[in-house]
């Protein structure tokens, strides 16, 4: 039985793939030649990430395929309904990700108080000239520790980046549609830990007592942070967006950071993939990374482990 890996695997779930019997093929094809491939060479199990997109026609048009698993959490790349109504079996891996994108999410906001996402663009071309100048621009930094901390969507993801921001002595504040209140548990390397609670608030609670603000939800039909919404926001607050793109009113945020409304965004998924707008690619109080939250070798790892073992059990 043969899976393609269309947007890559790790090592590690390849290798439990094939012990499992399953012919694992890598090659990346390209989304208009993806029906065609699969049914050529009777592909059983597609396997995407971000990029590759399986909708109603591809699934219409692949009556062999028995699954499609998205390397992540996020489905919106998927028809997951329409492709379950034919029979087709759809999986995620929802956990395995989780400690990677939260992390990057504090290497932004690490990134953003200390002017790392400029002074990293400044230095290569001014710091043997202008190192003097350069030390003052960058000189009123601040620390996270004793500041709020707000999360928007308390799920899994959400309370990975609370565990990070009670562990550094941050307040941790959360508002989720689902969620009335979660046991946050910090793990300390030396195996002991401590658990504090979390009762989730309304939104504007959050986005009025937040000093950094997290996105941590699905892709919306609508805006969840709108013009409305920014205004709402503490004078000077700082919001990252690590979730989905199309989740931030991209316009109203840089009108928020242009009059000092925000004083600085980090994103890491735009509206516009792949091509994000030109004035977020350029403006100088936006802290930027390409849809990287998963991207680590360890979360790769436990996907690819995860996604095998769920198509064995479902295939085999």
């Given amino acids: 039985m043969k899976i393609l890996a269309n947007d890559g695997i790790s090592q590690k779930g390849i290798d439990t793939l094939t012990s499992d019997g399953f012919e694992v093929i890598i090659v990346n094809i390209a989304q208009e030649q993806l029906v065609d491939y699969i049914n050529v060479n009777g592909i059983s199990g597609l396997l995407v990430r971000s990029a590759t997109t399986a909708r109603k026609e591809l699934i219409d048009r692949c009556p062999g395929l028995k699954l499609i698993g998205r390397g992540g959490v996020g489905m919106d790349n998927i028809d997951v309904e329409y492709a379950k109504s034919k029979g087709i079996n759809v999986i995620n891996t929802p956990a395995a990700s989780s400690a990677s994108v939260a992390e990057l999410v504090f290497a932004h906001l690490y990134g953003g108080v200390r002017f790392l996402y400029d002074s990293n663009r400044s230095m290569p071309l001014e710091g043997e000239t202008n190192f003097k100048g350069l030390k003052k621009a960058y000189s009123k930094g601040a620390e996270l520790r004793g500041k709020t901390l707000g999360i928007i969507g308390f799920g899994r993801i959400g309370q990975e980046v609370a565990k990070i921001g009670l562990g550094i002595g941050m307040n941790v504040i959360a508002t989720d549609k689902f969620i009335d209140k979660a046991s946050i548990t910090v793990s300390l390397f030396s195996g002991t830990s401590v658990t504090e609670e979390i009762t989730t608030q309304d939104m504007d609670s959050v986005l009025a007592n937040s000093d950094f603000i997290s996105l941590h939800v699905p892709a919306q039909k609508e805006y969840v942070i709108d013009k409305t919404a920014f205004s709402k926001m503490k004078k ?27 004083s600085f965004a980090a994103l890491d998924t735009f509206e516009n993939e792949p091509k994000p707008e030109i004035k977020l690619l350029m403006h100088d109080k936006i802290s930027l990374t390409p849809h990287i939250g998963a991207a680590t070798l360890e979360a790769q790892d436990r996907i690819g482990e995860e996604l095998a073992s769920q198509i064995s059990s479902l295939l085999k």
């Fill in 236 to 262: 000077g607050s700082v919001l990252i967006n690590a979730a989905r793109g199309g989740v931030i009113d991209e316009v109203a945020l840089v009108e928020a950071l242009d009059s000092g409304q925000l």
